[in-house]
């Protein structure tokens, strides 16, 4: 069931490129990005309320959800928007496959279980170098404003990380669904500001059918959905395995691109997409230390 999880996220996470793509010719990024989690966030609060899933009640649960909400919805998404301004969009997945290698970090301090060994830094090397193979004709900084946009994506993919580890290290006796919805109700608000005094009233946008289309579709999908799986596969691997996620994510969207977009597939995107693959068997298929087994062993 792990595996089945793990590969419906990949392809999940590797869709929305294509649907923020759609978005995007009508909407302003950011308020793109606001309407996405406010929609997501209404829908997920009726179904909290539907299935009677108790909220969190404690000052420690939702100090959780302040701090991983910041890092991983108001920090991350903002630096991944504000960036994309000054960087392709390629060398922004590039910089974002770092995610796995800060969670082995955030993992070594917070879940002493995860270990760190030779076999995962190969792994994630494989992967980067993978994603860096398939991107590679946009990988060049121009200036200044391009190198902060690198140290951007950097730091959002650092709290990023830090969140799922945070997650998974503290909140593992909340449900999915009230982590997720806590989560994007502390971390939406600075996103809905910058948004609205940057780019205007939402009143005023272009919103187009496809435009719809694409929040619900990320609303409901993109975030609900794959949130909601991702915290269930959270609890049940280590978390950078499940971080490997971004890892193969690109590769999808590349994919997708070409068979929806009509995008120029490249031919280094075979070998790239070779390592990727390299790197993902690496970490799925090594062998565990004993303590892990035993920590997993219901859940496998």
């Given at each position: 069931?792990?595996?089945?999880?793990?590969?419906?996220?990949?392809?999940?996470?590797?869709?929305?490129?294509?649907?923020?793509?759609?978005?995007?010719?009508?909407?302003?990024?950011?308020?793109?990005?606001?309407?996405?989690?406010?929609?997501?966030?209404?829908?997920?609060?009726?179904?909290?309320w539907l299935q009677k899933i108790p909220l969190p009640k404690t000052k420690r649960d939702w100090t959780l959800l302040a701090v991983t909400g910041f890092l991983q919805f108001s920090f991350n998404y903002s630096m991944v928007f504000w960036s994309e301004q000054y960087i392709s969009s390629g060398l922004a997945a590039v910089l974002q496959a770092t995610i796995p290698a800060f969670g082995l970090l955030m993992a070594w301090v917070h879940l002493p279980q995860e270990r760190i060994t030779w076999q995962k830094i190969v792994a994630i090397i494989l992967g980067v170098i993978g994603v860096a193979t398939i991107f590679v004709e946009q990988l060049h900084v121009n200036d200044l404003m391009a190198f902060a946009g690198c140290v951007a994506i950097v730091a959002g993919a650092f709290a990023a990380a830090e969140a799922s580890v945070l997650t998974k290290s503290f909140g593992a006796s909340l449900h999915p669904a009230t982590l997720l919805f806590g989560q994007m109700v502390c971390g939406l608000l600075p996103i809905m500001l910058v948004g609205f005094f940057k780019e205007g009233s939402p009143l005023n946008f272009q919103w187009t059918t496809s435009a719809v289309f694409a929040v619900l579709y990320l609303a409901v999908v993109g975030t609900i959905a794959a949130f909601w799986l991702y915290y269930w596969l959270l609890q049940r691997v280590e978390?950078?395995?499940?971080?490997?996620?971004a890892l193969v994510t690109p590769l999808v969207a590349v994919f997708v691109g070409a068979i929806a977009l009509d995008e120029k597939f490249l031919p280094q995107t075979y070998f790239g997409g070779a390592l990727i693959l390299a790197s993902v068997c690496l970490t799925a298929f090594r062998k565990r230390p004993k303590i892990v087994d035993q920590d997993y062993q219901a859940a496998d």
């Open positions: 069931m792990n595996i089945i999880v793990w590969l419906l996220l990949c392809v999940i996470w590797g869709t929305t490129w294509f649907f923020i793509k759609v978005g995007l010719r009508d909407l302003p990024p950011i308020s793109f990005a606001g309407a996405r989690f406010v929609s997501a966030c209404l829908i997920l609060l009726a179904v909290i978390s950078t395995k499940a971080m490997t996620i």
